[in-house]
């Protein structure tokens, strides 16, 4: 089994051997991680530094869903929706234990509504071609009720059926991380970059914070890759203040409801709520997760909050499609991501913004990448290391990741108890921690379908260094069921105090700070 990701003996190496860096990248979600495997992989020297934990931000928020974008399709993007449905295919068969297919069902109230969304699905299938996860067709009511038991059935005159792909978004932030590291790069969390070193004029490296100690290290590389998605202006204004900002960042919040309040293995899908967007309601992990909105925001903190009048917006309409109407006494969470949108001159509110990435090499050679979504972030990635390798003078290598597998993989036969399987092949292992002891082998929670002994195993192999990274990315006890995560959050801080050597005002300050983050995922 590949080694576990040791960040104590990676600091140690950055202080007792400073080397130079093929690239360094700056960012520890969906982008960076992507960019920083495509790099590894090529056989760069690769190092990414993350000022929080890897995916603390947009991207362990996201809907969970790996898709080509039917709204793209509405808004007329069709290479977008080619490219994220290529992309799409690559990942379940990269990623087959964290990313699968899944049925989402359109219900129809209008006449029109199904031949219209029939004709749009059917292009969608045209488009996936090969990569294609099941084709589409139309439903009669009794099917459409058959596979959602739960939808609202007073009008409902048909439905319209077609697939596309869910994943565990934080699952696989770590699964990339530890990919990097199988490939010998170095990804480090808690690693914040206070500035970028010049030759002359131009970007030859950083120098960076590891928050736990305040110690600061200057690093050398011969291209710097700026992917720090929604934080990527502050990036761009540290090399060059009088940049202008370029980030449009708009908040989507989620709310997260029993599973019983959509009974069946399919998703909805509604192509066009009153504000013109796209509104779900998947099953996941044995809740209902319904989203999402687009609200344009000025600044962009690591905690973003819900408004008032999205969480009424998101209860509304859940209540218009499912036959029970959740009330807030039902939300079990509510988590909010904003979105990495890059303006254009004159656009027109946020949730007409293309959803594509951008490139851009500013005068001293920093590469930013940003913009784009999960579900491209190889594409992504690969379009990165091209224009970095370019600019660094790196001897040029093809791409290996579009068939490369990610760590773990495992083609699923069965479930596991709890979300195991997530795993993938390091399952096995994850069960012998939890053997270690009566405690590790005993739920964290009972209303949550994760076990103690996963903390352990996060902080030993998967660079976990606090409560909240174990309970909302490691695990997604907090998006399950935040009260319920406040409740394990003592047990947790123990089994984590032990294993990565901490007192008990640790274990007490570590509880404290997460009862404050976890309470701003409860409805008030």
Same mark, same amino acid.
């Given at each position: 089994?590949?080694?576990?990701?040791?960040?104590?003996?990676?600091?140690?190496?950055?202080?007792?051997?400073?080397?130079?860096?093929?690239?360094? %990248?700056?960012?520890?979600?969906?982008?960076?991680?992507?960019?920083?495997?495509?790099?590894?992989?090529?056989?760069?020297?690769?190092?990414?530094?993350?000022?929080?934990?890897?995916?603390?931000?947009?991207?362990?928020?996201?809907?969970?869903?790996?898709?080509?974008?039917?709204?793209?399709?509405?808004?007329?993007?069709?290479?977008?929706?080619?490219?994220?449905?290529?992309?799409?295919?690559?990942?379940?068969?990269?990623?087959?234990?964290?990313?699968?297919?899944?049925?989402?069902?359109?219900?129809?109230?209008?006449?029109?509504?199904?031949?219209?969304?029939?004709?749009?699905?059917?292009?969608?299938?045209?488009?996936?071609?090969?990569?294609?996860?099941?084709?589409?067709?139309?439903?009669?009511?009794?099917?459409?009720?058959?596979?959602?038991?739960?939808?609202?059935?007073?009008?409902?005159?048909?439905?319209?059926?077609?697939?596309?792909?869910?994943?565990?978004?934080?699952?696989?932030?770590?699964? #990339?991380?530890?990919?990097?590291?199988?490939?010998?790069?170095?990804? !480090?969390?808690?690693?914040?970059?206070?500035?970028?070193?010049?030759?002359?004029?131009?970007?030859?490296?950083?120098?960076?914070?590891?928050?736990?100690?305040?110690?600061?290290?200057?690093?050398?590389?011969? %291209?710097?890759?700026?992917?720090?998605?929604?934080?990527?202006?502050?990036?761009?204004?540290?090399?060059?203040?009088?940049?202008?900002?370029?980030?449009?960042?708009?908040?989507? %919040?989620?709310?997260?409801?029993?599973?019983?309040?959509?009974?069946?293995?399919?998703?909805?899908?509604?192509?066009?709520?009153?504000?013109?967007?796209?509104?779900?309601? %998947?099953?996941?992990?044995?809740?209902?997760?319904?989203?999402?909105?687009?609200? /344009?925001?000025?600044?962009?903190?690591?905690?973003?909050?819900?408004?008032? /009048?999205?969480?009424?917006?998101?209860?509304?309409?859940?209540?218009?499609?499912?036959?029970?109407?959740?009330?807030?006494?039902?939300?079990?969470?509510?988590?909010?991501?904003?979105?990495?949108?890059?303006?254009?001159?004159?656009?027109?509110?946020?949730?007409?913004?293309?959803?594509?990435?951008?490139?851009?090499?500013?005068?001293?050679?920093?590469?930013?990448?940003?913009?784009?979504?999960?579900?491209?972030?190889?594409?992504?990635?690969?379009?990165?290391?091209?224009?970095?390798?370019?600019?660094?003078?790196?001897?040029?290598?093809?791409?290996?990741?579009?068939? #490369?597998?990610?760590?773990?993989?495992?083609?699923?036969?069965?479930?596991?108890?709890?979300?195991?399987? !997530?795993?993938?092949?390091?399952?096995?292992?994850?069960?012998?921690?939890?053997? /270690?002891?009566?405690?590790?082998?005993?739920?964290?929670?009972?209303?949550?379908?994760?076990?103690?002994?996963?903390?352990?195993?996060?902080?030993?192999?998967?660079?976990?260094?606090?409560?909240?990274?174990?309970?909302?990315?490691?695990?997604?006890?907090?998006?399950?069921?935040?009260?319920?995560?406040?409740?394990?959050?003592?047990?947790?801080?123990?089994? !984590?105090?032990?294993?990565?050597?901490?007192?008990?005002?640790?274990?007490?300050?570590?509880?404290?700070?997460?009862?404050?983050?976890?309470?701003?995922?409860?409805?008030?």
């Amino acid at each position: 089994m590949a080694q576990g990701m040791n960040r104590a003996a990676w600091l140690a190496q950055l202080r007792e051997e400073p080397e130079y860096w093929d690239v360094i %990248v700056i960012g520890g979600g969906a982008t960076g991680l992507g960019t920083a495997l495509e790099s590894a992989a090529r056989g760069y020297r690769t190092l990414l530094l993350e000022q929080h934990d890897f995916a603390k931000a947009t991207s362990s928020r996201s809907t969970k869903l790996v898709h080509g974008g039917v709204r793209y399709l509405q808004q007329g993007n069709v290479s977008l929706v080619m490219e994220a449905l290529k992309e799409r295919g690559r990942l379940l068969a990269n990623a087959p234990h964290v990313a699968h297919n899944l049925p989402f069902v359109v219900p129809v109230y209008d006449w029109w509504e199904g031949p219209f969304y029939g004709v749009g699905m059917k292009l969608y299938d045209l488009l996936a071609g090969k990569m294609g996860l099941g084709p589409s067709k139309v439903l009669s009511r009794e099917e459409t009720m058959r596979r959602l038991p739960n939808v609202e059935p007073k009008g409902l005159r048909n439905g319209v059926i077609y697939h596309d792909g869910q994943f565990d978004d934080s699952r696989l932030a770590i699964t #990339l991380a530890r990919t990097i590291a199988d490939k010998g790069g170095v990804p !480090l969390n808690y690693m914040k970059v206070t500035e970028l070193r010049k030759r002359g004029d131009l970007v030859a490296g950083v120098r960076a914070t590891d928050t736990e100690t305040g110690e600061e290290y200057e690093l050398d590389a011969r %291209v710097v890759v700026n992917a720090t998605g929604i934080f990527s202006d502050d990036i761009r204004q540290i090399d060059d203040p009088e940049e202008e900002r370029l980030m449009a960042p708009s908040q989507g %919040v989620h709310i997260v409801l029993d599973g019983s309040f959509l009974a069946g293995e399919s998703a909805i899908m509604v192509p066009k709520t009153a504000d013109g967007r796209v509104l779900f309601a %998947v099953p996941w992990h044995g809740r209902t997760i319904v989203g999402t909105t687009d609200t /344009e925001i000025h600044d962009t903190p690591l905690e973003p909050r819900a408004k008032e /009048e999205e969480i009424a917006f998101l209860l509304e309409h859940a209540a218009i499609y499912l036959a029970r109407d959740p009330k807030r006494e039902d939300v079990l969470s509510v988590y909010c991501g904003v979105r990495p949108l890059v303006r254009s001159p004159g656009d027109k509110g946020t949730a007409a913004l293309a959803r594509d990435h951008v490139l851009m090499i500013s005068k001293s050679n920093l590469v930013t990448i940003t913009g784009g979504k999960w579900t491209t972030y190889r594409k992504m990635a690969e379009d990165t290391v091209d224009t970095a390798a370019l600019v660094a003078g790196l001897d040029e290598r093809p791409s290996p990741t579009r068939d #490369l597998r990610l760590h773990g993989w495992l083609k699923q036969t069965a479930k596991s108890d709890g979300l195991l399987s !997530l795993y993938g092949s390091d399952e096995p292992g994850v069960r012998r921690v939890m053997g /270690e002891a009566p405690e590790l082998g005993a739920p964290m929670h009972e209303r949550l379908p994760y076990f103690l002994g996963e903390a352990a195993w996060g902080a030993r192999h998967e660079m976990a260094r606090t409560v909240e990274d174990v309970l909302a990315r490691r695990t997604r006890a907090l998006l399950l069921d935040a009260r319920a995560s406040i409740e394990a959050a003592p047990e947790v801080a123990r089994v !984590l105090a032990r294993e990565l050597d901490r007192g008990p005002d640790w274990e007490s300050a570590q509880v404290e700070a997460y009862r404050e983050l976890a309470n701003g995922y409860l409805l008030p």
